[in-house]
């Protein structure tokens, strides 16, 4: 294979990543990492250091769009990210010493449960429930726009969406997919607040968690400019193109759609974590 044909699979495979990963949070390296790992043989430490700055790349690119459109929870973000930011760092030092084959396996478990998690159905919070008083007093509880009008929706169980947070960062650094299938569960599941909030409130904060974990990645040599260059510009470009869809897209489709890929893609790595191919 000539360095075009690989710079230009890897630019559309990269732009896919990066559309999927704008339209539900995922931050585009449940794509990225499978394609470099199982199709063109790289290292996976290398696929998960590159999936880190794609994750920076797709959050950059669409976090801004969904800010200027107010579906973001920008305040709920910076308070989780906090939460992030200090499991990442702890992941990616656990990363570095940890057989590749069992990176995979877990990589594709996490992918899995997170699969199965977007078919249950959420249980919607009755009427009257208790409010949540630790959201009310960091004033979490906002509201988003709609072709109906402003909808308000209030944050629940913050000390347990905070706990998942947490754990969602060091799953980032360890597997490099910037946690956003584990953070739209938190805040989608846990903390019960709408389904396109999450994945946009996912997708502002996915930058700051991989940043954090990419600089390990960066002190050990596994982010290749190589193939970092045409993964962030097919990334940006596929993430620009989904945060102009998610306004108009179904959120019952967004769900099949992240299920469907995560769970094949998972099924990949786990075969070739558990045969010693990767």
Known sequence: MTILSFTLILLGGAFMAGLLGSLTGLGGGVVIIPLLALVFHVDI???IGTALVASIATSSGSASAYVKEGITNIRLGMFLEIATTTGAVV?????????TNVVAVIFGLVLIFSSLMSFRKKMEMPTGAQKSKLATQLRLNSSYPT??????YEVHHVPGGYFMMTFAGVMSGLLGIGSGALKVLAMDNIMRIPFKVSTTTSNFMIGVTAAASAVVYLQRGYISPGLCMPVV???????????KLLTRANVKWLRIVFSVVIGFLALQMIYNGVTGKL
């Open 147 to 152: 072709a109906e009008g402003t909808v308000n």
């Open 91 to 99: 992941g990616a030092l656990i990363a570095v010493y940890m057989p």
């Open 233 to 243: 510009l097919g990334v940006l470009a596929g993430a620009f193109a989904g945060s």
């Open 45 to 47: 430490r290398y696929a």
